[in-house]
């Protein structure tokens, strides 16, 4: 498993009963977490003290009780800052769990950048929320292509962007279908040093198209693999569905870049050290393909 164990500003206490304890800066935050099934003894006072908890609903999504929590705060993981906003579906902006990603998609571009100074690398980044991956490749050096279809999270990324120093970088925000977009590009003839995927579950396009991850992935990395560089850095697929193991991703990395481009797979579980336990939280999967 690839654990995000270099967090300051980001920690899980505990986790029992489907939730997770989280410190997010100063502020405790108690939200659901379907991977935890287990019902383990929870220590008092350190559950105590919540500045919000997000309670599921029994007939589907739910609501946050705030206790005393602001409205917007900041945190920073090494060099990078971002902003964290509580907002429905107990989201807070950011999933901690991608550092693991981050620290390894800057060792590639800065390793690439130190052998030629002058080479521009390309990044795409789809289904890129708030750009946690878009600004940790920026800070590296990397020219990225934002793309997401909500016109709110492109601008929040814009201003986690701003607060890592990046706003004169070269990142190119779209709002837009990321399968359209990719269509798009391919009819362009434009290429990518690096692409990045972070697809959702379940989801609808712009005119009713039904996206189910298990269904539609492998025609999406298929369709996006064309617009890959001829010496490409790496291709990196996330997974948040539990269902999916991390082999699969291995597999359609294997069958769809590797076979065209020279390099290593590797697929593993992603996930956060609990701090009361001494464990790991699983947080999804991840598939790496890295050229030679």
């Excluded at 410190?23 to 559950?47: A, C, F, H, N």
């Excluded at 009780?65 to 902003?83: A, C, H, V």
């Excluded at 901690?96 to 390894?104: F, H, I």
């Amino acid at each position: 498993m690839w654990v995000a164990g270099d967090w300051k500003d980001y920690r899980v206490l505990d986790c029992s009963e489907g939730e997770k304890l989280e410190m997010w800066g100063e502020y405790k935050l108690l939200r659901p977490d379907p991977q935890v099934i287990w019902s383990t003894s929870k220590d008092k006072k350190l559950w105590g003290g919540l500045n919000a908890h997000y309670r599921r609903s029994n007939k589907g999504g739910g609501e946050w009780d705030f206790f005393d929590l602001p409205e917007q705060w900041t945190i920073s993981y090494k060099d990078l800052r971002f902003n964290l906003k509580p907002f429905s579906f107990k989201h807070t902006g950011l999933f901690p769990e991608q550092a693991v990603n981050w620290d390894w998609m800057r060792g590639i571009i800065g390793n690439a950048l130190k052998k030629d100074p002058r080479r521009k690398v390309k990044v795409l980044n789809l289904f890129a929320y708030t750009g946690g991956a878009t600004v940790a490749c920026a800070k590296e050096g990397a020219a990225v292509t934002h793309v997401d279809a909500s016109k709110g999270m492109v601008g929040w990324a814009k201003e986690n962007a701003q607060l890592s120093g990046l706003g004169e970088a070269p990142i190119r925000y779209i709002v837009d279908d990321c399968k359209k977009f990719v269509e798009r590009e391919i009819r362009r003839g434009n290429r990518y040093d690096a692409i990045i995927m972070d697809p959702p579950s379940y989801g609808r396009g712009p005119s009713g198209e039904i996206w189910k991850l298990e269904e539609s992935l492998y025609p999406f990395v298929e369709l996006t693999e064309q617009l890959l560089s001829d010496d490409p850095l790496f291709v990196l697929i996330n997974s948040y569905t539990t269902g999916l193991q991390p082999a699969v991703l291995t597999y359609l990395l294997g069958t769809l870049v590797a076979k065209k481009h020279k390099g290593q797979v590797i697929s593993d579980e992603i996930g956060l050290p609990v701090e009361h336990t001494g464990l790991v939280l699983p947080c999804g999967a991840s598939g790496r393909f890295t050229a030679e």
